[in-house]
């Protein structure tokens, strides 16, 4: 765990392991609270597996990416996100860190050129409602349903309808999902139609209050 905890934070960044992460509240989607327990997870099912190309999808500032990098869980790190607020911070990070990295700004897929990944990650908006519904504790920032919602999981539903594309015959999907929002099961029919099926499933160790991740794969992959 030691390897890609967060060491220190400041106002406007964190450290990622090796890395100094820029971030503000427009951008942060509780990755920095939880990239510790997803990287853990995502190595445990990697299994040992060392990927080549990965790309974070909903990257906000890019934690998971990182953490990924930083863990030797990928060699190299790619970003997209739909936001600009993510732009800036990613193109910031990247500078900072003296990386060669890209990022996308795109609606899922729509502006990413094609080429192949074998592993995305994401933590990804979680609830087909609008949050404030049942956390009118939270700020503005911490709700807002860019980072929050997927109403009828329009966005989850497009992200599996093109992922083909992007994903080698080998390549593995992992994703953090809010156990208030979904259960695996609500993702069945959108992966059944696109041969996509789940592979791994695990409880958050550090946060089973409300986090779980599930690893999907080409069928028969
Ligand atoms: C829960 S936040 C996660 C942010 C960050 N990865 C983290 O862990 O803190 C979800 C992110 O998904 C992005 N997003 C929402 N809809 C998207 C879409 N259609 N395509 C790409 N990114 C999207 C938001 O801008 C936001 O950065």
Redesign the pocket.
């Known amino acids: 765990m030691e390897s890609y905890c967060i060491l220190e934070t400041s106002s406007n960044s964190i450290k990622v392991g090796d890395f100094t992460v820029t971030t503000n509240p427009e951008?942060?989607?509780?990755?920095?609270l939880?990239v510790q327990d997803a990287i853990s997870c995502f190595l445990h099912f990697a299994q040992g597996r060392q990927f080549t190309n990965t790309l974070e999808?909903?990257?906000?500032?890019g934690?998971?990416g990182f953490a990924a990098l930083h863990s030797k869980l990928t060699k190299q790190i790619t970003f997209?996100?739909?936001?600009k607020h993510?732009q800036s911070v990613i193109l910031d990070s990247i500078k900072v860190n003296n990386l060669d990295c890209k990022f996308y700004l795109?609606?899922?897929f729509k502006n990413i050129p094609k080429q192949k990944f074998d592993l995305i990650i994401?933590?990804?908006?979680?609830f087909n409602f609008t949050v404030p519904a049942w956390r009118d504790d939270l700020q503005v920032n911490e709700h807002e349903p860019?980072?929050?919602r997927d109403l009828n999981w329009d966005?989850h539903r497009d992200f599996f309808n093109t992922v083909n594309d992007y994903l080698t015959q080998d390549g593995k999907i992992m994703l953090m999902e809010n156990i208030t929002g979904s259960t695996p099961d609500t993702f069945t029919d959108m992966l059944e139609k696109n041969n996509l099926e789940i592979t791994n499933f695990a409880n958050s160790i550090l946060h089973s209050d409300f986090a779980y991740y599930i690893e999907i794969a080409k069928n028969g992959s």
Not at 27 to 32: K, P, S
Not at 57 to 61: H, R, T, V
Not at 80 to 83: L, R
Request: proline share 10%.
């Open positions: 951008t942060d989607g509780y990755g920095a939880t999808w909903c990257c906000g500032p934690y998971f997209s996100d739909i936001s993510a795109s609606d899922n994401a933590n990804p908006p979680h860019r980072k929050m966005i």
